[in-house]
């Protein structure tokens, strides 16, 4: 599908105010531009207050879109004709990307102009959208209405160029009249938005709003029980503050993420007192709960990467390699004469790198630089293909999950139980490695046949391309 985009801000200080407000590490202005990047949209026009400051940062200027921006009164470069979608958007209006992309996936009728619609959710000052039948046709019906409303217009409106919405910066009109009057003739119809990937943001109270918004859509589908309910109740509000300094994603990973894996590891090779096994066991589960910040940061701000989704990956790894070998060390010190607990931790860890090879090597086939989108391939499978054994290893696959383990770890150091620790490290090690290894060629048979196979990017592309891999 053709898509072009307009985000408007309105004419006058309060317009220009807020371009400039920033929530979620991002201004406004830059915020609208990346969510309607994410949404599909490849050539953008952006429609400011004079005096509004126009600079974007170096993710944006990397997208895949064409951008022009034009103020109030200039006439703009950029064209829409006939038969393109244009996504037009009031800047005061901060969605998640998945709203929009919703909106514009059925594209319009012929002659038809389409209104995003959605329950309110705030108590302010909203547009509302209606649709009025009369005698010759249908007429839109927009107005700003004081809350409580029901349902109000979620600021998004897709049309078709032939109504050359690029007119709007040299007709003095604002958004909400501009369209009313060129929808005149045209086929009108709403489509239901959602409620909760929508804020208007008008003042700082409403900004903070349209930040928790965004961060409640943080969790991915394949994030495991711990990390949903109890991990996330902790990085979600360390996440909060950590965006708002200007941190990199990257920066996260090392600094809070790599650094708390590897002191864990280091006090976890001396074990005794029981102290240090408790430090460790502490600083694991709170590198688990880091390790959700970094993929937040970079959600909310809409800067994932595959460059990103390998730098995590890589990181995550090394960490938990550091942990293993730590495991064996202290081994050596707490059983020196039961060599059969350091084979086993040997094995283990043999059979950790084989699993990770056959992960790393499908990750390279899809073109995915997270691990963890190998547990989407293996529950994808159709059912008729999997065994007994596959179904038993899909059901319980959470275990193999870095929360899971880090959680189980940080309960047994609390309880000074190092033996049981390592011997569920082993054990689940070997059946990850099982589940891995039965599943694999299976998996890289069918997403081969279903055209799923990518080859690897090897980019650091950001944008409307990248993937929610971190």
Not at 375 to 387: D, I, N, R, S, T
């Amino acid at each position: 599908m053709n898509l072009a985009g307009l985000l408007v801000f309105d004419d006058s200080d309060d317009g220009r105010q807020i371009a400039e407000r920033s929530f979620g590490g991002l201004r406004l202005l830059e915020r609208g531009i990346r969510t309607m990047a994410r949404a599909g949209v490849r050539r953008l026009l952006v429609v400011t207050a004079p005096g509004t400051r126009t600079t974007v940062g170096k993710v944006t200027d990397r997208l895949d879109l064409e951008l022009e921006f034009v103020e109030w009164g200039t006439k703009p470069h950029m064209r829409f004709g006939a038969g393109e979608d244009v996504l037009c958007l009031f800047g005061d209006h901060a969605h998640h990307h998945t709203s929009l992309s919703d909106l514009v996936a059925d594209g319009t009728g012929a002659d038809e102009v389409v209104i995003q619609v959605a329950p309110a959710s705030q108590q302010i000052e909203l547009l509302v959208a209606q649709v009025s039948d009369l005698d010759a046709g249908h007429q839109m019906q927009l107005a700003w209405a004081p809350g409580p409303v029901e349902e109000a217009s979620t600021g998004a409106f897709l049309v078709d160029g032939a109504l050359t919405p690029h007119e709007i910066s040299t007709s003095g009109a604002p958004l909400i009249d501009f369209l009313r009057v060129r929808s005149a003739g045209w086929a009108l119809r709403t489509k239901a938005g959602e409620a909760h990937l929508w804020r208007r943001v008008i003042d700082r109270r409403t900004a903070r709003a349209a930040r928790a918004m965004l961060f409640g859509q943080v969790t991915k589908a394949t994030s495991g029980p711990i990390s949903r309910h109890l991990n996330a109740r902790m990085s979600i509000p360390i996440s909060k503050l950590l965006i708002e300094t200007g941190i990199s994603p990257h920066m996260v990973t090392v600094l809070f993420v790599m650094s708390t894996g590897l002191t864990a590891a280091y006090l976890m090779s001396h074990p005794m007192p029981h102290w240090r096994l408790a430090l460790a066991g502490f600083l694991w589960q709170m590198a688990a709960v880091l390790d959700r910040c970094d993929g937040e940061i970079a959600r909310v701000k809409l800067c994932e990467s595959q460059f990103g989704a390998w730098f995590d990956t890589v990181t995550d790894n090394i960490a938990y390699l550091s942990a293993y070998v730590a495991f064996l060390v202290a081994v050596t010190k707490l059983h020196p004469d039961q060599p059969l607990f350091l084979y086993a931790g040997y094995s283990a860890i043999l059979a950790m790198l084989l699993s990770l090879g056959i992960m790393y090597h499908y990750a390279l086939k899809t073109g995915n630089g997270s691990l963890q989108k190998y547990l989407v391939g293996y529950a994808a499978l159709p059912p008729e293909q999997k065994g007994v054994l596959y179904r038993l290893l899909e059901r319980y696959s959470f275990v193999a999950k870095r929360d899971f383990f880090a959680f189980v770890h940080f309960v047994f150091a609390i309880l000074n139980q190092f033996d049981m620790i390592y011997l569920y490290t082993v054990g689940g090690l070997h059946l990850m490695t099982l589940g891995v290894v039965i599943s694999q060629r299976k998996m890289l048979t069918y997403h081969a046949e279903n055209g799923s196979m990518e080859p690897s990017p090897g980019q650091s592309a950001t944008g409307a391309a990248a993937q929610d891999s971190r």
